[in-house]
């Protein structure tokens, strides 16, 4: 079974630091691995989706990576502003577990003014 | 907005109501699935529709009914829950089983 894990838990860094978030998996076996922001009590926003075949993805200041072979990705975020404070979520789709995403625990994250 | 709704935003129901979980996706999209989400514990998939077929159920007790009339609705029915049913429930829906997923705001259930 897919074992997704986010390291740290949680996060706590004034506003203007690049940060990193890791992101990793026991199987390697997947489609693709897909990025999330949970706000308090709100729903997921897509952030990035990585195909298998991909080696890294960005929009403005995120950039996420994926290491397939060790599994692993990580997801930066440049300059950070106090608004990306929210819980990050790292969701795997292995080719072994059907059409299932498999999800971390995530990292909660909080950007001080 | 993501393009997927979820209504009632909010449920309080005794052990022995039967209510209705309802979401819509405006998104043309072919897959959609429910999601479970408890404290501390990582988002649990429950269901999978795709093209209104159910094809995954995710060892979910029966009090949990699932509903896919079409292909921009879904719906979970819920009879004599339990305490430990109380969660944030999720909607998400995708292009095909394997795409990118858009969720909606979710239900904060509670069960008294």
């Known amino acids: 079974k897919q074992e997704v894990t986010q390291i740290p838990a949680a996060l706590s860094v004034p506003e203007g630091e690049n940060l990193v978030l890791n992101c990793s998996f026991t199987?390697?076996?997947?489609?693709?691995l897909q990025w999330f922001r949970q706000d308090p009590g709100k729903g997921l926003t897509s952030l990035l989706l990585?195909?298998?075949?991909?080696r890294e993805q960005t929009s403005g200041r995120l950039n996420a990576s994926l290491d397939k072979s060790s599994g692993r990705s990580t997801l930066y975020i440049a300059a950070s502003q106090p608004g990306d404070s929210a819980t990050y979520l790292c969701a795997v789709r292995g080719t072994n577990s059907g059409y299932a995403l498999n999800f971390g625990k995530g990292t909660s994250l909080l950007v001080t003014p | 907005e993501t393009g997927v709704t979820q209504t009632p935003r909010h449920l309080v129901m005794g052990m022995t109501n039967k209510k209705s979980l309802k979401c819509e996706q405006h998104?043309?999209?072919?897959?959609m699935y429910w999601y479970k989400q408890s404290a501390k514990k990582p988002l649990e998939l429950m269901f999978v529709y795709n093209f209104k077929e159910q094809t995954e159920n995710n060892s979910v007790p029966s009090r949990f009914s699932p509903e896919c009339p079409n292909s921009s609705h879904l719906f979970l029915h819920l009879h004599t829950l339990q305490p430990e049913d109380s969660a944030l429930y999720l909607c998400a829906s995708s292009q095909g089983p394997v795409d990118e997923q858009y969720f909606g705001p979710g239900t904060r259930l509670t069960v008294t």
């Open positions: 998104l043309g999209h072919n897959a």
């Open positions: 990585i195909q298998s075949s991909q």
């Open positions: 199987d390697s076996a997947i489609y693709n």
